[in-house]
């Protein structure tokens, strides 16, 4: 039963060229609609493809800003240790005992999400459409990124500690091949009274499964030999080297569904801020919505931004492959 209703909810979605790092990133967004109450959820459904598809934008959007780059991440590590109680939490007294700078050079993701969540409140009070789609679809990917451990470290990469390509491996390779067997039953969106210290549990969370990310798989690398540790796969016309099967399946049963969790974390965290949103807003009737068009000034922006995905020559901010993956050439 758990197969068939993956199927029927992810039906219309197929592997694309992106980085498979996107693939976590859009099923968050997509089955969180399916959380939503039903005042929500006819609005959300109508519009799940963009939902979907437009949930890995901010990633996109790191070829062309480099503002955008720690949007994504916050180094805690680079400031305390777990767990950070003397750390600033609203982000007028972190720039006051660090500076915007330091904040912004170390990643910002917390602040981002409270960011995303007032101007999605307002876009419901406005009732603009175009503005709740791209808000509530842009504050999902963020969302997502703050339940992984591997985007609160200095060591995002395990660059540190020789352990180069954990990133992709975690959060991109262990859910495309184990994603359709996770558990989906999440329950339904409620309202958090609180946001900012549902954001900082999330991130210390997050935070505190580090020691497990990177101890076990230093401590399976040991037993695995380096051609049961890679495999060779063809993606399009290119021919990669990823992560076995058997590597990913032995690190995967490891941490103990560690993925599953926090990508299930992520979609009822998503769920519950869309839903908090609206209802600061006054719970908006989503039917009586507003076709506003982009301004000149908003579509240079997004063609600026599609330009330089193409281009992909320079990612802003922490660099790593986000597919688990090495290209052959």
């Known amino acids: 039963m758990r197969r068939l209703l993956f199927s029927l909810l992810f039906f219309s979605i197929c592997h694309t060229s992106f980085a498979w790092g996107f693939w976590a990133h859009q099923r968050i967004n997509r089955i969180a609609v399916f959380l939503l109450p039903p005042e929500m959820i006819g609005f959300y459904k109508q519009n799940i493809e963009y939902i979907t598809e437009h949930a890995v934008d901010p990633d ?26 003397d750390f ?37 009070k406005e009732k603009d459409k175009a503005k709740i789609l791209r808000l509530s679809t842009e504050m999902g990917h963020y969302i997502a ?84 540790k890679y495999a060779f796969e063809t993606r399009g016309q290119t021919m990669v080297k990823a992560y076995s099967s058997d590597y990913s399946k032995a690190y995967s049963d490891m941490m103990n569904g560690m993925v599953e969790r926090r990508m299930r974390d992520a979609i009822k965290m998503v769920a519950d801020f869309w839903f908090t949103c609206w209802v600061n807003a006054g719970s908006p009737d989503l039917n009586k919505l507003t076709d506003k068009p982009l301004s000149a000034e908003e579509q240079k922006e997004i063609q600026a931004e599609q330009d330089a995905w193409k281009e992909r020559k320079k990612q802003y901010g922490h660099d790593h492959p986000e597919t688990g993956t090495e290209g052959v050439h």
Not at 64 to 70: C, L
Not at 91 to 111: F, H, M
Not at 187 to 213: F, M, N
Request: net charge negative.
């Open 60 to 85: 996109k959007r790191r070829y062309a800003s480099v503002e955008e780059a720690p949007r994504h991440y916050i180094d805690l590590d680079h400031y305390c240790e777990y767990p950070c109680k």
């Open 88 to 124: 600033p939490r609203s982000w007028k007294d972190a720039v006051a005992k660090y500076s915007e700078d330091t904040l912004k050079a170390y990643g910002i993701v917390p602040w981002r999400i409270q960011q995303m969540m007032y101007w999605l409140t307002d876009a419901f």
């Open 145 to 228: 990124d703050s339940n992984v451990p591997l985007h609160t470290t200095e060591n995002y990469n395990g660059q540190m500690t020789h352990q180069v390509g954990i990133h992709g491996f975690w959060e991109s390779r262990i859910p495309e091949l184990f994603g359709a067997d996770y558990d989906y039953f999440i329950g339904k969106a409620a309202y958090v009274s609180k946001p900012s210290d549902r954001i900082w549990q999330t991130i210390l969370e997050s935070h505190h499964a580090l020691d497990t990310v990177f101890g076990f798989e230093k401590l399976l690398n040991k037993n695995f030999s380096s051609d049961n």
